[in-house]
Nanobody, 120 residues
Framework: QVQLVESGGGLVQAGGSLRVSCAAS????????MGWYRQAPGKQRELVAT???????NYADSVKGRFTISRDNAKNTVYLQMNSLKPEDTAVYYC??????????????WGQGTQVTVSS
């Protein structure tokens, strides 16, 4: 099992910045792709950004140029730096990670979510 614990959400004014973090723990061999997703009230969960173990990144068009995903493999932690925040960025942000076991099998895990609220 992999446990993902998010932190760093909160309330910020439009145009402001926040950084959310997600720390993974568990008896696993390594973490492959890690990412952030978000879900606004009444909407489906959507991809925000992903990052491979080697550092290749992918972003949703709506956050390109404003958000930056990064990771520290030694700490099993992924970060999302959010700048120039807009009210439409308000959502619960979820961490996702692919954990690979020593057996070679893998599974995807979700964190519990952290609320990000951007006021206008």
């Amino acid at each position: 099992q992999v446990q993902l614990v998010e932190s760093g959400g909160g309330l910020v004014q439009a145009g402001g910045s926040l950084r959310v973090s997600c720390a993974a723990s568990g008896n696993i061999f390594r973490l492959n792709v890690m990412g952030w997703y978000r879900q606004a009230p009444g909407k489906q969960r959507e991809l925000v950004a992903t990052i491979t173990r080697g550092g290749s990144t992918n972003y949703a068009d709506s956050v390109k140029g404003r958000f930056t995903i990064s990771r520290d493999n030694a700490k099993n932690t992924v970060y999302l730096q959010m700048n120039s925040l807009k009210p439409e960025d308000t959502a619960v942000y979820y961490c996702n990670a692919e954990g690979v076991y020593y057996s070679g099998t893998s599974n995807y895990y979700w964190g519990q979510g952290t609320q990000v609220t951007v006021s206008s």
